[in-house]
């Protein structure tokens, strides 16, 4: 009964790998966001995207993509894998402007 | 660019005193702040928001001061609690849906 719940919960892969993490929420809220969360413990916003309109943080690579096929589910696809792509990344979701909700976290470890 | 920040990286307390947690904020059209608590291996997790229009706001044994002059903020947490010990993150919304996190504050509570 997980609000937002993303997989897999630990992803190690070899550099210059595709791979992709998948994100559903079951609040019915109409914006989802991707947040990367390094080794420091710094959350840092990569992308927030409702029906209407995706934001996209200029610093993050174009490797980096997230693909939307319906309200409930933002997926996270990264082209080409890179050692400092390693990190943790989080899912969330809200209604709107109100309060954020995250998922429990992907560990990405690029080797 | 606009940061958040926090003044102390980490914050020791005894079991069952009252802890207060300082965040600093630069960005002056932030109008919603957040507190995220974050466990060992999970994801953040919302503790108590307050909007600029307010200076206080209280829940279950937590209190935000928001103080605006100085663009400070503060979580107060009531007798603490060994489940109390994480990182907590403040966090401001100068734009609808671009949460800014700060570097969050490692809490630890001795018995």
């Known amino acids: 009964d997980t609000a937002v719940s993303q997989t897999p919960k630990y992803l190690v892969t070899q550099m210059g790998n595709d791979k992709s993490i998948k994100c559903e929420q079951n609040?019915?809220?109409?914006?989802m966001y991707w947040y990367k969360q390094d080794s420091k413990k710094f959350l840092k916003i990569m992308f927030s995207?409702?029906?209407?309109?995706?934001?996209i943080n200029e610093t993050v690579p174009n490797r980096f993509s997230p693909k939307s096929p319906d309200k409930a589910h933002l997926n996270l696809h990264i082209n080409s894998l890179e050692l400092g792509d390693s990190a943790v990344y989080f899912c969330?979701?809200?209604?709107?402007?109100?309060?954020?909700?995250f998922g429990s976290g992907t560990r990405l470890t690029v080797v | 660019g606009e940061s958040v920040g926090l003044h102390l990286p980490t914050l020791s307390v005894q079991e069952g005193d009252n802890s207060i947690i300082n965040c600093a904020y630069s960005n002056s059209a932030s109008d919603y702040f957040i507190w995220y608590k974050q466990e060992s291996g999970k994801g953040p997790q919302f503790i108590i928001d307050i909007r600029s229009n307010m200076d206080k706001r209280q829940g279950q044994r937590v209190t935000v001061l928001l103080n605006k002059t100085v663009k400070h903020l503060s979580l107060q947490i009531a007798a603490t609690q060994p489940g109390d010990s994480a990182v907590y993150f403040c966090?401001?919304?100068?734009?609808?849906?671009?949460?800014?996190f700060g570097s969050g504050t490692q809490l630890t509570v001795l018995p």
């Open positions: 609040l019915g809220h109409d914006t």
């Open positions: 995207y409702n029906n209407k309109e995706l934001i």
């Open positions: 969330a979701s809200s209604q709107s402007t109100g309060v954020i909700l």
């Open positions: 966090a401001e919304t100068p734009i609808p849906r671009q949460l800014t």
